[in-house]
Structures are given as structure tokens and as C-alpha cells.
């Protein structure tokens, strides 16, 4: 099966650029399933799920397509890195007590994925799919992030985009649904290493391989004066949106 690469050729940028996934959500996830042996982490790119994971289980199976992807994923003794799609992880029947898709379900194909999540699940099991969408910081920073990507950007996004725009809200989701209350990722930011996170982004690669230009360079110097001195270091966070289950 192919599939749409967006990431392979910033592997090394998007490892170090991309967050993380906050503990409490992970703490959430695994209380789900019955059991804690086999955890199935798909769409893993560079493992940040994966590693959360693998605090809490005995195994972890951390698949991607990319290859330069999980080149990029830091080792842990109880993660196991496939080069592998969603919708085919090698895994037997019945045998995993956990599936989760971090900011990467939206690219999958859904039937195939949920056949392959029935399939894999082990009696007990269950499935989390979680999403953030754009950075916020205050009211300054946050609409010329969202010039960044809804005006400049915004045709250069892929168009599997919507899903993360909707909140996960509106994708299918075929299994006994869990409420599991919001949350939110909080990391600590200099101007720079925001700058680095929005050059990770789908809709700016495609913009830059397509154009030759930059499209941060368009909201440059109005993120300075909104950000200040570039080198202060302000609290940048991101809501999370998850969709979390059991099978019927």
C-alpha cells in the first residue's frame, strides 16, 4: 500500500521540533483496556507516543510508513519500531490491549484502520485517537498563526487537514465511545523554536517545495513585535482532542 509522504524528507526537523504528548492524556489512555501487556502505537513518526507507552506497558509495537520517520525515534528497551501502515501492522489476531494514533489518524485509511483494530484488538482492549490542532499563545501570537494558516498557507494543506480542523469531532468512529475529559499540552518556547514547529507543518513544506519562498517570512516581523524579544521564552500550548473506545 502507498501513502501520502509528508513528513520522510524533514524527518530530523520534525523529531526536534515537533511536542510532545502531555503525561495525564497518556495516564488516561492506558487505564482504557483490561490489560497492560501489548500496546499498538500507529503512525508513530518518531515515537513520541510510543515512549509515553512504554511507561505503563510490557510491550509496545510502534509502526510507521516512513522509515526515515522511525530513523529518527529515540530506542526504549520495551518499544518495538515496524516500519509498517496503520491499516497493516503484522501483529496476530486478538493480541493488543491498546491502540492509539497520535496526531496521525487523519491519515489513514479509515475502513482498512478500523478492520485492522478489530482485528488486533485482544479481548478487554481498546482504541485512542487524539489530535491537536493550531498553537496557541495569546491573542497577538495566535492570529498570525492563524494568517499563517488559514490565508497564507491555508491552500497548501493537505486535504485530510479538515479532520484536525473539525477536532476529530466529525470522524468516523465505530466503537463503544469513552468520555474522557479535554486536555491540553504546555510547553516553554522562544521565538525561534516556534518558528521551527511551523516550518514542520504539512501546508508550509508543500508551500516551500511548491513556491521557492518561505511563508513565514509573510507574518515575520508582525510575529516579532507581537512575540517581543525573540529569545523570551513565553508558554505555548495546544488543546488535545481525543476519540477513545471500546469494540462493540
Not at 60 to 73: F, I, K, N, Y
Request: overall charge negative; aromatic content about 12%; glycine content about 4%.
Amino acid at each position: 500500500m502507498t501513502f501520502k509522504d509528508h513528513f520522510s524528507g524533514h524527518a530530523a526537523a520534525y523529531a526536534s521540533a515537533r511536542p510532545s504528548y502531555p503525561r495525564d492524556l497518556v495516564a488516561a489512555v492506558v487505564r482504557l483496556p483490561r490489560e497492560r501487556r501489548l500496546a499498538l502505537d500507529c503512525g508513530t513518526g518518531n515515537g513520541q507516543a510510543a515512549l509515553g507507552l512504554a511507561e505503563y506497558f510490557e510491550r509496545v509495537v510502534a509502526t510507521d510508513p516512513s522509515a526515515a520517520q522511525l530513523h529518527q525515534a529515540k530506542p526504549h528497551p520495551r518499544v518495538e519500531y515496524r516500519v509498517a501502515p496503520a491499516e497493516a501492522s503484522g501483529l496476530p489476531d486478538a493480541s493488543v490491549d491498546l491502540v492509539t494514533a497520535a496526531q496521525a489518524f487523519h491519515w489513514f485509511d479509515f475502513d482498512r484502520f478500523f478492520a485492522e483494530v478489530r482485528r488486533v484488538l485482544a479481548p478487554g482492549g481498546a482504541v485512542a485517537l487524539w489530535t491537536y490542532n493550531l498553537v496557541r499563545v495569546d491573542p497577538a501570537v495566535d492570529a498570525l498563526v492563524d494568517r499563517l494558516a488559514y490565508e497564507i498557507a491555508g491552500p497548501y494543506w493537505p486535504p485530510e487537514r479538515h479532520w484536525v480542523n473539525d477536532e476529530y469531532r466529525t470522524v468516523p468512529f465505530p466503537f463503544a465511545e469513552v468520555a474522557i475529559p479535554p486536555f491540553a499540552h504546555e510547553e516553554q518556547w522562544n521565538l525561534e523554536r516556534l518558528m521551527a514547529y511551523l516550518r514542520t507543518w504539512s501546508a508550509t513544506l508543500r508551500f516551500i517545495q511548491e513556491k521557492g519562498t518561505d511563508p513565514l517570512a509573510e507574518v515575520w516581523d508582525d510575529l516579532v513585535a507581537a512575540w517581543g524579544e525573540p529569545e523570551r521564552v513565553r508558554s505555548v500550548v495546544w488543546p488535545l482532542y481525543l476519540r477513545a473506545g471500546h469494540l462493540r
